[in-house]
């Protein structure tokens, strides 16, 4: 298996446009999760999915951040309009089903720069 | 909410020198325990786990031992390499959330 894939790498936009973050998460697993990475405030989870259901997005910072996950093998995570301090490193990560404590696979990560 | 709470970097030590990373957590409950890493310009992977009090988890030569009576995870290993060095991530969770901490940046010099 691949593993877990985000896109773009890195992506630079400029304050106001929108951004489109791409995940697809291993074959089989169950549980999808988006967390952001910054230097102040460390990893912190945004919003998971289970069977392509949002669970929890109270982790969401505002209304300006949305995530879809319209079938089993793609989840997207969306800023509009985004802004300078959304600048970090977007991670997804999947969970294959089973008990609670079964092991994250992250992908990559975005490393998002809004100028 | 539970929180993770992990010893602050950076972290410099020579090769073959003895590494320690504290973690306390606070929980309700009795969360698993974990310790991620994270190399450079990679995702986070699963380094070790715990799942019960007095468990040790282990791999690479890194342990780890739940503590429930001073609730923390603590990392150690005996001798680190240069290839050791990476961002150590703390995480405690259950149902099916995990938290992490911070981070711990260590750099491993020849």
């Known amino acids: 298996d691949a593993g877990v894939i985000q896109s773009p790498r890195h992506e630079v936009t400029e304050m106001g446009q929108e951004v489109t973050l791409r995940c697809k998460p291993i074959?089989?697993?169950?549980?999808l999760f988006w967390y952001r990475q910054t230097m102040m405030r460390g990893l912190e989870l945004l919003i998971y999915?289970?069977?392509?259901?949002?669970?929890?997005d109270s982790g969401m910072p505002e209304d300006r951040f949305s995530a879809k996950m319209p079938n089993a093998s793609f989840s997207t995570l969306k800023i509009q309009p985004s802004e300078p301090r959304d600048s970090a490193v977007y991670f997804c990560?999947?969970?294959?089903?089973?008990?609670?404590?079964?092991?994250?696979?992250f992908g990559s990560g975005t490393q998002l720069s809004v100028l | 909410g539970d929180s993770v709470t992990q010893m602050e970097g950076p972290v410099t030590l020579s090769e073959e020198a003895f590494l320690t990373i504290n973690c306390t957590y606070t929980?309700?409950?009795?969360?698993?325990l974990f310790w991620y890493v994270q190399y450079p310009g990679e995702g986070l992977q699963l380094l070790l786990k715990?799942?019960?009090?007095?468990d040790k988890g282990s791999n690479k030569g890194f342990e780890a031992t739940y503590r429930k009576e001073t609730t923390s995870f603590h990392l150690e290993k005996g001798s680190v390499q240069v290839s050791d060095s990476a961002v150590y991530f703390c995480?405690?969770?259950?149902?099916?959330?995990?938290?992490f901490g911070k981070g711990t940046l260590l750099t491993v010099n020849p």
């Open positions: 715990a799942t019960k009090a007095d």
């Open positions: 995480a405690g969770g259950s149902n099916y959330k995990l938290t």
């Open positions: 074959s089989g697993h169950d549980y």
């Open positions: 929980a309700t409950g009795y969360p698993s």
């Open positions: 999915f289970n069977n392509n259901v949002p669970i929890d």
């Open positions: 990560a999947s969970r294959e089903r089973g008990t609670a404590n079964e092991k994250l696979f």
